[in-house]
């Protein structure tokens, strides 16, 4: 019997509820694609093969509804295995859908890409699934319609994601995705009813395998239909509650956004506000109320803000509305507020301008109270104008040096002053200090620095410049060092001082000292001229006796020349003793500046004594000595010493001469670790209860006919030579007086 094509016609029930599946279907793909996006990391994943599986149930439930829809007059059954197969490919075309679907942007290569893939898969859920029909018939196909259904699905698979894919943001109204669900809905049948076309049957008597095949009746598809809509419905409403709590979650968050907002302003004095130009219409925050001090429940207007300019600065500000309100450009600027209270604030103003078409230019900008800045400003300012004076009146000026750059980052306006520089040269200066500086003084001055540098110290340094007049300045820079995060050495920020005033006051203190000196000598020689005038008279004395028996040797019938020789001798030893006592008396008379040498100290101490001999001879004052041999020699001016040992010696006889009992005076020299000790002591009346350090004070004397300046002045003399004079009290009575001073190698330095 020959085989004869089958006669097929469709359940147009069943067509239309297939195309109300597929459009169902495309609408929960819509809004599953705008969960997707949404999501991220592992929820983005679950959102994809959840919503694929229910995405493609639907296009699966679609298919077999269509294919259910064609009625054949035999018996047809289904292979549930190769049913199930074919859902897995429609899930697998509903993944790729929504991975492309969900990427940031999707270009045209992944649009082909996943319009191929996705289409390959439909078409083969559709081919799998015709492959499950198991009837007594043979299934053939029309070729070119198989094609054609191929290249439907993939164009429809385009259209799909393309749809897909700009109505997936949150922002698309339900309208848009009914009117995207429909056109996928009608199209997605397309593919399908055009592969249907494409088979035709023909009866068979073969026999019919139906193992692991079912029928499907109309409870059947009931049971389809209400699976598949169960399914898309579950989707869509896990999506709307997600939607909800991610909407609930963003309006909390929202929320919370608005509240550190307006903390922050509150906290930064900041306020917020937008200015519809067309309208009029103004809005404010709420720290911008806050600043104007207006009542939250104020209507801001342009008006609002011009009541609260201060007077001064009115003009301006209306100026500055007028222009943006010509313009539409952005603006900035400053000015004052005159608050009800009589209080004033600064407000600092920035708006940018944005433009609508619809509605014309809008300002959105910030007003910030800036009182406290300008405060402190002016606190700064003022500060700085008070450091100026005071370095002006100081003549000190402030540097900071970069020392890796070697170059100054600071200069004040006096530290230009004290160098001789303009201001207006700038930082370039800096480099051309060191051409001011004093030729002797510059390589003192860069050994100290480089010091400094090296030990990461402070430093301290004296030195003279030389200005263009030829005038010499005296200065003093003090640098202390800035080290950064690493302990390396960043900066050294320092002052430099003119003291030249300084420098002539202690020249003039200096000289007036020596002639204090000098007088003081002056009147202590006068004190001793009995004492001076014994002492040189004894030796002229002498000569004279000498002379008269050196004519009588001469004068004898036979001249004794030898003896004559020997008093002639004599003669001229006397006369050499008269005169070194003259000498020294015409020393300690001499005016002049100090002349520095090395000095014996013992030397000094032996003269002192023949000196002042006759006094203490007079007094009964027995002068012992204990001068250590050897001793090392001293730099300083041999006349200062030796008046000060007269004033210690003198002081030491007038202490004793009116007291009963021993008059004793000893003198010592010693050296010890790089300094000379001279000690003079007494058996005296000591030194004054209670008043053991008042003794050194200027015009401080226990004589009756004292200046008070002697003790005084040997100090200074002592200080000068980088040495150091105090007195201890003897027991049971008597003082005595100890010098300290550096040998040659630190007298030297």
């Not at 030898?562 to 001229?572: G, Q, Y």
Request: hydrophobic share 45%; with cysteine.
């Amino acid at each position: 019997m020959a085989a004869v094509n089958l006669t097929s016609y469709y359940n147009y029930w069943l067509v239309a509820l297939s195309v109300f599946i597929a459009m169902f279907a495309s609408y929960a793909a819509l809004d599953l694609a705008s969960r997707v996006r949404a999501a991220g990391g592992w929820t983005r994943a679950l959102w994809v093969l959840g919503g694929a599986c229910a995405m493609g149930t639907g296009i699966w439930s679609m298919h077999y509804i269509g294919m259910l829809a064609f009625i054949l007059p035999i018996p047809v059954a289904y292979h549930w295995p190769t049913v199930l197969l074919s859902l897995f490919a429609a899930i697998l075309a509903s993944v790729i859908a929504l991975y492309v679907v969900s990427r940031q942007k999707m270009g045209a290569s992944q649009a082909v890409a996943g319009s191929v893939l996705m289409g390959a898969g439909i078409a083969g859920m559709h081919y799998i699934g015709m492959a499950a029909m198991r009837l007594p018939a043979m299934c053939e196909y029309n070729s070119f319609l198989v094609v054609l259904s191929v290249v439907f699905a993939v164009l429809i698979s385009f259209a799909a994601l393309w749809i897909t894919f700009h109505f997936r943001d949150e922002t698309g109204t339900v309208r848009k995705k009914l009117a995207g669900a429909v056109v996928m809905g009608a199209a997605i049948p397309v593919m399908h009813y055009t592969g249907m076309a494409a088979a035709s049957f023909r009866s068979s008597g073969m026999p019919v395998d139906l193992s692991h095949a079912v029928s499907v009746s109309a409870l059947g598809i009931a049971g389809i239909v209400a699976i598949t809509f169960i399914v898309l419905g579950l989707a869509l409403l896990t999506s709307w509650v997600d939607r909800r709590l991610a909407a609930q979650t963003f309006e909390l968050q929202q929320r919370r956004s608005e509240a550190y907002l307006a903390e922050g302003q509150r906290l930064s004095h900041t306020g917020s506000f937008g200015w519809r130009i067309s309208t009029g219409e103004v809005i404010w925050s709420e720290e911008t109320f806050r600043i104007f001090q207006y009542d939250r429940a104020t209507t801001p207007t342009v008006e609002l803000v011009i009541q609260r300019v201060h007077p001064e600065d009115m003009a301006l500000v209306k100026e500055t509305i007028e222009r943006a309100t010509q313009d539409g450009k952005n603006f900035e600027h400053e000015y004052r507020l005159l608050m009800p209270d009589g209080s004033i604030k600064h407000v600092h103003v920035v708006a940018r301008a944005l433009s609508d078409e619809s509605k014309g230019i809008e300002f959105v900008g910030a007003v910030m109270d800036v009182t406290e800045r300008m405060r402190s400003q002016e606190a700064l300012r003022r500060s700085e104008s008070y450091l100026a004076e005071a370095q002006k009146l100081t003549h000190t000026g402030s540097w900071v040096w970069e020392v890796a750059e070697r170059r100054a980052s600071h200069l004040s306006e006096e530290w230009y002053r004290v160098y001789g520089f303009d201001p207006k040269d700038g930082m370039s200066v800096w480099d051309r200090r060191f051409e001011h500086i004093h030729p002797d003084d510059r390589d003192r001055k860069q050994q100290g620095i480089d010091r400094a540098i090296s030990a990461k110290s402070d430093y301290e340094v004296e030195y003279r410049i030389l200005l263009p007049s030829g005038a010499v300045r005296h200065l003093r820079t003090v640098g202390h060092p800035v080290l950064n995060a690493s302990g390396n050495l960043a900066q050294f920020v320092g002052s430099t001082t003119d003291i030249t005033e300084r420098k002539q006051a202690e020249e003039a203190l200096r000289q007036a000292q020596m002639e204090v000196a000098r007088i003081n000598r002056i009147t202590t020689m006068g004190e001793l001229t009995a004492s001076l005038a014994h002492e040189v008279k004894q030796p002229i004395a002498a000569a004279v006796m000498d002379a008269n028996t050196c004519v009588r040797w001469l004068s004898r019938d036979n001249p004794d020349v030898e003896e004559a020789r020997e008093a002639a001798s004599r003669v001229v030893r006397d006369a050499t003793t008269a005169a070194e006592i003259i000498t020294r008396v015409r020393q300690l008379f001499k005016k002049g500046a100090p002349e520095q040498a090395l000095i014996d100290v013992n030397e000094i101490i032996r003269e002192m004594i023949v000196l002042l001999g006759s006094d203490a001879t007079r007094y009964d004052v027995s002068i012992q000595t204990d001068l250590a041999k050897d001793l090392p020699q001293v730099m300083g001016d041999r006349i200062q010493l030796q008046q000060v040992l007269m004033n210690l010696l003198t002081n030491s006889i007038d202490a004793m001469k009116d007291l009963d009992g021993t008059h004793e005076l000893f003198i010592s020299s010693q050296g010890e670790d790089g300094y000379l000790m001279i000690s003079v002591s007494d058996t005296g009346v000591g030194l004054p209860p209670n008043q053991e350090d008042q003794i050194f004070d200027a015009f401080f004397t226990t004589k009756p006919q004292g200046t008070g300046m002697g003790l005084r002045i040997s100090r200074s003399i002592v200080e000068s030579h980088g040495g150091r004079l105090w007195a201890d009290a003897n027991a049971p009575r008597g003082a005595s007086f100890h010098i300290i001073l550096p040998v040659e190698a630190e007298a030297g330095e």
